[in-house]
């Protein structure tokens, strides 16, 4: 199984709504927002 990992500050809700969740007490070195999906 793998995860993958991301970060963005302007596509928010299209990760959501494909499955990613935030990843919460992550923070990227810019301070964005970290969000990670289990892949298959």
């Given at each position: 199984?793998y995860?993958a990992i ?35």
């Amino acid at each position: 199984m793998y995860t993958a990992i991301l970060t963005t500050d302007t596509a928010e809700r299209f990760y959501l709504d494909h499955g990613y969740r935030r990843a919460y007490g992550c923070a990227a070195k810019n301070k964005d927002a970290v969000y990670m999906k289990r892949l298959m």
